[in-house]
C-alpha cells in the first residue's frame, strides 16, 4: 500500500506535500518523497516516516509551484533507499512519477523495456517500469509546443499504457515545464480523489490524492473522484484538460473500506466511516439472526479500525459499547511492518487489556479483518488472561482466501488463515466460543449502499478470488508469490 499526491498551486507546494503525506501515513510508513519543480526539478526522499525524512533545511531546497509526493510500503521491488518514489527520469522534458498499486505483467514489461527499448533499470520497483513505459511514450523528435497538443500526447501515451499495463495503478506526475499529470488504471483498483480552491485571482489550486483526508486543512473543496481510464492534465498556467480514455467495469478495491483507508476519508463518492457503520449493523444483524440467544455483556472493538464497525454493532444489538483494549497509538499498525516477527512481537505492546472492563464478563470482540490470524488469538488469550467469562468474535469482513496483486501486502496463501482452514477450524484455532464473519454480500451492500458513486462492482479478489483485470490463474499467482518472496528476502 502507498499514498500518493499532487499538487498544482499558485504558491509553493513542499509544505503542502509534506502535509499530504502525514495525512496518508497510515498507507506506508516505510519510506516518503516529495519532487517538485519551478526551472529545475528539485527531490527529497528518504527512509522513514515523513518527520524522520524531512526538515526545515531539505524542505527549503523544495521550491516550485507543482510537485507530488509518495509515502511507501513495499508490495514490489525491495526495501533499500533506492526503491523509495517518486521516480524520475530526465528524458524526455524531465519527468517524475509516483504510483500506487502493483503492475501483474511486471516481468514481461521489464524484458520489453531492457531487451527491446534498451532501457536500463535500476530497482526491482514496478514504478520504474510504469515511469520509463510513460517516458518511452512521449517522446518525439518533434515536442508539442501548445498545452493541447501536449494533451494529445499524453492521451496517447497513457492510452498505450492502459493496452499494455495490467494490475492495479493510480499515478501522479510531473512533467518540466508542461505541469501536472495524473491517471487512474481502467478498473479504478487503487483509490484518487482530487479537490480544488480559489487562489484569490480568479485562478484555481488543484490537488490529487489517495485520501481526502487532508483537503479541509489545506483548504481544498472535495471535487470527487478520478474516474478509471481517466486522464487529467493540469498545465503550467492551471488550464485542466481530461479525458476517460478507456470505459471498463469500475472495480475499486473494498479492502480500503474495511481496514486501509482513514475513517475521515471518502473514496469513489462513499464515506468510509458511513461504510464501516453500515457494516457493523449489516454484521449485527446476522449475528442477531443466527445467534439470538447469544447476548454479549459488551463489545470491545479490535482497535483502532474495527472502532466503527463495533459503535454501530453494539448499538444494532443494543449492548454496551467498551474500549476494553487499549491502543499504544505510538507503536506501527502490525500489518503494514515487514516480517512476521515484528508482526508477533508487537500485539502485546500494542493493546492492553482494560481489566475492569473484561473480568467476568460475556465479551464479544468485533475486528475489521482477520488475515493470518496471529493478532486475534493473542487478543482472545489476552481476554482469558484477564477473566473474560466467554469470548464471541465478529469480523466485519468476509474470510480473506485469497492474496492481493493489486497493492497490497497479504503476499501468500500460505499465509491466509481462511486460504487454509475452514471457518469452525479457524473458529478453534482462535479458542473463542463463536466466531461470525461477515457474509460477501452484506459486506458489499454496506460499502455501495449509499453515496453518489459510479461503482459497477468492488474488488474482492481477496474474499471471492475473482481478480477484476483478468490476470491471473494458479500458475501466474506461484510466480507473483514467489516474486514477493524474493522482494521481501532482499535477494
Ligand atoms: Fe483490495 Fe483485495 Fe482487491 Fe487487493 S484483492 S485490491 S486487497 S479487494
Known sequence: ??????????????????????????????????????????????????????????????????????????????????????????????????????????????????????????????????????????????????????????????????????????????????????????????????GERSNGNGGKDYIFASENSMFYSLGYEPKGTVLPGELIYVDNDGQVFNKRLVKKDFNPCIFEYVYFARPDATLNDISVY??????????????????????????IPAPSTANTSALSFAHELGVRYSEGLYKNTFIGRTFIMPGQNERKKSVKYKLVPQELEIRDKIVLIVDDSIVRGNTSREIVRMLRDFGAQEVYFAVACPPVKSPCFYGVDMPTRGELIAGNKSEIEIEKYLEVDSLMYQKIDNLVEAVTRKGDHHIDRPCMACLDGYYVCNDMDDEKMDKMEAMREKDRNGN
Open 1 to 194: 500500500m502507498c499514498g500518493i499526491a499532487g499538487i498544482y498551486s499558485h504558491k509553493s507546494v513542499a509544505g503542502e506535500l509534506y502535509d499530504c503525506i502525514v495525512h496518508l501515513q497510515h498507507r506506508g510508513q516505510d519510506a516518503a518523497g516529495i519532487t517538485t519543480y519551478d526551472e529545475r526539478m528539485h527531490k527529497e526522499k528518504g527512509m522513514g516516516l515523513a518527520k524522520e525524512v524531512f526538515n526545515e533545511k531539505n524542505m527549503k531546497l523544495l521550491t516550485g509551484n507543482i510537485g507530488i509526493s509518495h509515502n511507501r510500503y513495499p508490495t514490489h521491488g525491495g526495501f533499500s533507499h533506492g526503491e523509495v518514489q517518486p521516480f524520475w527520469t530526465s528524458v524526455p522534458y524531465g519527468i517524475a512519477l509516483a504510483h500506487n498499486g502493483n503492475l501483474t505483467n511486471y516481468k514481461d514489461l521489464t524484458e520489453e523495456i531492457t531487451k527491446q527499448d534498451s532501457r536500463y533499470l535500476n530497482t526491482n520497483s514496478d514504478t520504474e517500469v510504469l515511469l520509463h513505459l510513460f517516458a518511452d511514450k512521449l517522446h518525439e523528435d518533434n515536442p508539442p509546443e501548445s498545452s493541447e497538443e501536449f494533451f494529445e500526447l499524453l492521451c496517447s501515451a497513457v492510452s498505450a499504457i492502459f493496452k499494455k499495463v495490467t494490475g492495479a495503478y493510480s499515478v501522479t506526475a510531473m512533467i518540466i515545464g508542461k505541469g501536472l499529470v495524473v491517471f487512474r488504471d481502467p478498473n479504478g483498483i487503487r483509490p484518487l480523489v482530487k
Open 274 to 299: 458511513r461504510a464501516r457503520l453500515r457494516m457493523g449493523q449489516n454484521l449485527a444483524r446476522a449475528w442477531k439472526e443466527k445467534h439470538p440467544e447469544k447476548k454479549p455483556d459488551i463489545v
